[in-house]
């Protein structure tokens, strides 16, 4: 081993077989003013330094480094079964990760904001914002950085008439072709395994148009398309062609229901010009008949009372009541007021214009 100066520098130089061995309990190196370059114990660890400030210290579960750990790659594998983990011990609030570049709008994670809630927050870089987070729950926020449900999507409101895009767009990707659109699932566990019991589709009706599509799951079937609302707001049910503002096709006797717990429940068919402009088909819950008469009319023009009894012009039955009541299995009255109960008029000269015939 040969220990010399060249004029310039000081060297120790080994230039024999076998490794250089330096020994000692504790060993130091050091700078002229006494700043450790490096520090060895014996039985514990190794530390090195920058600017007598330690930055890498082995210990006997790794190391621990303080500061910017920076290069063109950086790769941390591990071959065995344990976890790699990147953890922040502190408690202290504020960032604990970040994944970023010097480049601007590069990728910040954020594994530890500071609070309870957002165990992690993924946003652009630099950006501010809630991004994207992940709390305690596992409950996932678009937008919020408290997601009260798994998946969480807020944003600003967007009117109808600004944009074609939502808060959340869902599309497909196919070659577009009619029918062909984004759609959402709706299910859950059943005797067959996970099952999609209903489905909202938005699809290509036309060029530029389309159409929103509301499916259900029959049993040992795949969706099929209940109701459809087209690109000119037509519904149809039933029908994947609705040609008027509802449009019912079905094989069953009964075409719809409508029930209303109210007194007098009404159906209104009429113009937009005014509520009186309208032929109403109703039901009196309390006489226990049905009616059809005009708004603004407190009359009824046509009425069926419970029993079969036909009613015009009337709501009662009776020779002293206006209008006429033709009753089932009792007598008949026709009632009117300065004018003739009733005209019957023949077509031609011959024939019969009354008839009466008993049993």
């Given at each position: 081993?040969?220990?010399?100066?060249?004029?310039?520098?000081?060297?120790?130089?080994?230039?024999?077989?076998?490794?250089?061995?330096?020994?000692?309990?504790?060993?130091?190196?050091?700078?002229?003013?006494?700043?450790?370059?490096?520090?060895?114990?014996?039985?514990g660890g190794v530390d090195i330094y920058n600017n007598n400030q330690i930055?890498?210290?082995?210990?006997?579960?790794?190391?621990?480094?303080?500061?910017?750990?920076?290069?063109?790659?950086?790769?941390?594998?591990?071959?065995?079964?344990?976890?790699?983990?990147?953890?922040?011990?502190?408690?202290?609030?504020?960032?604990?990760?970040?994944?970023?570049?010097?480049?601007?709008?590069?990728?910040?994670?954020?594994?530890?904001?500071?609070?309870?809630?957002?165990?992690?927050?993924?946003?652009?870089?630099?950006?501010?914002?809630?991004?994207?987070?992940?709390?305690?729950?596992?409950?996932?926020?678009?937008?919020?950085?408290?997601?009260?449900?798994?998946?969480?999507?807020?944003?600003?409101?967007?009117?109808?008439?600004?944009?074609?895009?939502?808060?959340?767009?869902?599309?497909?990707?196919?070659?577009?072709?009619?029918?062909?659109?984004?759609?959402?699932?709706?299910?859950?566990?059943?005797?067959?395994?996970?099952?999609?019991?209903?489905?909202?589709?938005?699809?290509?009706?036309?060029?530029?148009?389309?159409?929103?599509?509301?499916?259900?799951?029959?049993?040992?079937?795949?969706?099929?398309?209940?109701?459809?609302?087209?690109?000119?707001?037509?519904?149809?049910?039933?029908?994947?062609?609705?040609?008027?503002?509802?449009?019912?096709?079905?094989?069953?006797?009964?075409?719809?229901?409508?029930?209303?717990?109210?007194?007098?429940?009404?159906?209104?068919?009429?113009?937009?010009?005014?509520?009186?402009?309208?032929?109403?088909?109703?039901?009196?819950?309390?006489?226990?008949?049905?009616?059809?008469?005009?708004?603004?009319?407190?009359?009824?023009?046509?009425?069926?009372?419970?029993?079969?009894?036909?009613?015009?012009?009337?709501?009662?039955?009776?020779?002293?009541?206006?209008?006429?009541?033709?009753?089932?299995?009792?007598?008949?009255?026709?009632?009117?007021?300065?004018?003739?109960?009733?005209?019957?008029?023949?077509?031609?000269?011959?024939?019969?214009?009354?008839?009466?015939?008993?049993?």
């Open positions: 081993m040969q220990l010399y100066h060249d004029g310039s520098n000081s060297y120790i130089q080994d230039a024999g077989t076998g490794n250089l061995i330096l020994k000692a309990t504790d060993l130091r190196i050091r700078a002229n003013n006494d700043h450790n370059f490096i520090a060895a114990a014996q039985g930055k890498l210290s082995t210990t006997a579960s790794g190391i621990d480094v303080t500061g910017v750990v920076g290069g063109d790659t950086l790769n941390i594998s591990g071959s065995g079964s344990g976890d790699i983990g990147i953890i922040k011990t502190s408690a202290n609030s504020g960032t604990g990760l970040y994944i970023n570049s010097q480049t601007a709008n590069q990728i910040d994670l954020v594994g530890y904001d500071g609070s309870a809630a957002n165990a992690v927050n993924i946003r652009a870089g630099g950006a501010t914002g809630a991004g994207l987070n992940v709390n305690t729950s596992n409950n996932v926020g678009i937008g919020t950085t408290a997601p009260s449900t798994i998946l969480d999507v807020e944003g600003a409101n967007i009117n109808f008439a600004s944009s074609e895009n939502g808060i959340l767009n869902v599309f497909s990707n196919d070659a577009t072709a009619v029918d062909k659109g984004g759609s959402i699932s709706l299910g859950g566990n059943s005797e067959s395994g996970s099952l999609g019991f209903a489905m909202i589709k938005g699809a290509r009706e036309s060029t530029d148009a389309g159409y929103l599509a509301f499916g259900t799951r029959s049993a040992s079937a795949n969706s099929t398309e209940r109701m459809r609302i087209s690109s000119s707001g037509n519904v149809g049910i039933g029908t994947s062609a609705p040609s008027s503002p509802l449009h019912v096709v079905t094989t069953s006797q009964r075409v719809g229901t409508f029930i209303s717990t109210g007194s007098d429940p009404q159906v209104y068919i009429g113009d937009a010009t005014s509520s009186d402009n309208a032929f109403i088909l109703g039901y009196d819950r309390a006489d226990n008949r049905g009616y059809l008469t005009v708004a603004g009319d407190s009359d009824s023009v046509f009425s069926i009372a419970n029993g079969g009894d036909v009613l015009i012009g009337t709501t009662n039955i009776g020779i002293g009541n206006l209008g006429w009541s033709f009753r089932r299995n009792n007598a008949s009255f026709v009632t009117v007021d300065g004018n003739p109960s009733l005209v019957v008029k023949r077509g031609s000269n011959t024939g019969t214009a009354i008839e009466f015939v008993g049993p």
